[in-house]
């Protein structure tokens, strides 16, 4: 499916809203960028409604019946149309109904204050407001062929409205803890999606819903019934950055439910008129979608005054142009992941440290693998991967153990595996607090000196651990700690020799880091962070299941389509650069002398989209693939 997301947000203040709407050039616009669905409008963040509406908030200076002619003409060219409804922001029921804000423990009214231009919040714990917006989805349903709602802005702040307060005192949640509010406001949100879910589903099954609040995470898990598909927000150049889709993508995909990526066509975010991409990071951006299995929809603006952009739909079509030739290579396309990495909780960083580190070193490395929360499947991982700061409470505590019992294998760092102050059974790991020296030192040892013979410097504090078992690499204490009281040259203070404590230990059926050497690489970037997790890995994975040649800022994913019974072989080489406040791609980069081992079936037959046959040569176990030079993206075809 390929999306655009058409935003419409106006003032009132605007005039001839959809006056230049034809609603034909509209629909054969769209079918010649080849987009298959298109999200239209139904109600904006002002509150404004864009079609003959019985409620009192019609755009005052709406020109035509504005969706309904959107639908009528998409429909009888076979394009979709889910409806937008925007929830937490409606400035004209803010104005209206003071009380219907969300209110912080401090007493600030949530979203924008009245000295800035910008968005008010709206609480999702009022009665009033949901009645409201079920009048409007009972109309929309009655007035039109629905194929589904997008709601926007789905999400509670820890609201202490009276509405919450009450609440919150009816239900047993003390408004006086964050913690508790953070629960309640959780709840809320369930409550919310419940409702409108079933009110649609009531009245037409098939509708389509989702519920945008710009990521997802694994406390989507409880509400995931409410949702007939997932959207991943993430606009790079938006505010999201580029590491923020795969991260999500890798963990939505092992949700089971169909799903797309959002990015968008303006240069820098959301309602940016007059802002364009560069093609080649929208070309990077789909051909990235789809190589981690989601739909592409790319975020676009209507004109106030009801006609697409030209530029925009432009550079749509030409994007969809190179994704529809992909699609064949994309339906029922399953990742071939051996490595699960586990989330963290939540905290208040949209992307944990830890897990952005992980997600770059493993990628880097063209390792396959997913983000996994405690209900995944875990048995079809060769190695468990846990960052820095995964500690386990009882149940996941057994399952890791159960995993292991199994023959899988763990890569922990830091205070990851860690249950009320003890690594689980069969870890040779005694945790006995955390240490006095930061910065401190790792030295490798015998089996890891190709990564060198010095005191690398480890920029995180470590854990103190005590443990029989083999240390590949062992701490090094600085002369002292520098202080107010002591200190020596610019930063910390130089290495003193051996402290007698492991920085690596490794066993059996695990290796263990007592650095936190997944959050040292995405603060600090340091090489030698990365190397030790690759070195971790060749141990734990001696033979992966993608071996290349290929740079780091190669991205190598791999699919395989069970119907087609084919591998398909993503290769995309575009880097992000910073060139402004921003990381921008302007240009497709090429890749020479590539080779790339598979370790698959031999192939019956292999082809690239780009029509040249790569060399293939079936050894030991492995396919390898030669290209000469490609630029930008190649897409190899394996077939079993
Ligand atoms: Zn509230």
């Known amino acids: 499916m390929r999306t655009v997301h058409l935003d419409f947000h106006n003032s009132s203040l605007l005039e001839n809203i959809g006056a230049q709407f034809d609603p034909e050039s509209f629909a054969q616009r769209l079918l010649e960028a080849r987009v298959e669905s298109v999200t239209c409008f139904a109600k904006c963040h002002h509150g404004m409604i864009y079609y003959y509406t019985r409620l009192p908030a019609r755009h005052p200076h709406l020109e035509c019946d504005l969706l309904r002619e959107q639908i009528a003409a998409c429909h009888k060219v076979g394009i979709k149309v889910p409806i937008y409804i925007s929830l937490g922001f409606d400035e004209e029921m803010a104005k209206l109904h003071l009380d219907w804000r969300e209110v912080s423990a401090e007493g600030k009214l949530g979203g924008s204050t009245p000295l800035e231009a910008g968005w008010k919040k709206l609480c999702l714990n009022n009665d009033a407001y949901l009645s409201y917006v079920e009048e409007q989805i009972a109309e929309l349903l009655s007035l039109f062929d629905v194929d589904g709602f997008f709601f926007d802005i789905v999400h509670q702040e820890e609201c202490c409205c009276a509405n919450c307060l009450a609440s919150m005192e009816e239900e047993g949640y003390d408004p006086e803890i964050s913690q508790e509010r953070k629960a309640f406001a959780e709840k809320v949100l369930l409550r919310v999606k419940k409702r409108l879910s079933s009110f649609i589903w009531e009245r037409k099954a098939a509708s389509s819903v989702f519920y945008n609040a710009g990521h997802i995470a694994p406390g989507i898990r409880s509400s995931l019934k409410f949702y007939s598909h997932l959207e991943i927000e993430s606009l790079p150049t938006g505010g999201w950055g580029y590491d923020h889709f795969p991260i999500v993508a890798r963990y939505a995909r092992t949700l089971d439910l169909p799903y797309l990526g959002m990015t968008g066509r303006f240069h820098k975010s959301w309602a940016e008129y007059g802002g364009y991409k560069d093609p080649s990071a929208l070309e990077y951006e789909c051909l990235r979608t789809i190589a981690f299995g989601a739909s592409c929809s790319v975020g676009d603006q209507l004109l106030p005054d009801g006609r697409l952009d030209p530029i925009a739909i432009k550079l749509i079509g030409d994007t969809y142009e190179t994704v529809a030739k992909y699609e064949p290579y994309f339906q029922g396309a399953k990742p071939t992941s051996e490595i699960g990495v586990v989330m963290p909780k939540p905290t208040e960083k949209i992307i944990d440290d830890a897990l952005a580190g992980a997600n770059r070193i493993l990628g880097q490395a063209q390792y396959q693998f997913d983000l996994v929360d405690s209900r995944c499947d875990w048995s079809k991982y060769s190695v468990l991967l846990l960052p820095d700061r995964i500690e386990l409470s009882r149940e996941p505590a057994a399952k890791v ?203 019956k037959r292999v082809y690239s989209l780009s029509g040249k046959v790569p060399a293939m040569e079936y050894k030991a176990g492995r396919a390898w693939i030669k290209i000469d030079k490609m630029v930008g993206r190649q897409l190899i075809v394996l077939e079993q």
């Open 401 to 603: 153990a159960e995993y292991q019992q199994k023959g899988g294998k763990v890569l922990a760092s830091y205070h990851s595996g860690l249950c009320q102050g003890e690594f689980p059974p069969g870890w040779p790991l005694e945790y006995l607090g955390e240490s006095e020296f930061h910065p401190d030192y790792l030295m490798p040892g015998k089996e890891w000196q190709s990564l060198g013979q010095m005191p690398f410097v480890m920029h995180e504090p470590a854990a103190e651990i005590a443990s029989e078992s083999r240390w590949p690499a062992e701490r090094w204490q600085p002369l002292f700690q520098r202080s107010r009281r002591h200190f020596s040259n610019h930063f910390h203070t130089p290495p003193q020799g051996p402290m007698g404590r492991p920085g690596a230990v490794c066993w059996g059926a695990g290796i263990y880091f007592a650095h936190p050497l997944f959050t040292i690489y995405r603060k600090h970037g340091s090489p030698i962070a990365r190397k030790l997790v690759l070195a971790a890995l060749k141990e734990l994975l001696p033979e992966p299941l993608v071996v290349s040649n290929a740079p780091s800022t190669a991205q190598l994913l791999l699919n395989y389509q069970e119907r087609e019974k084919r591998y398909c072989l993503h290769i995309l080489h575009y880097v992000p650069e910073r060139r402004s406040q921003l990381d921008l791609i302007e240009d497709p980069l090429p890749l020479v002398d590539l080779e790339i081992g598979l370790r698959i079936s031999k192939p």
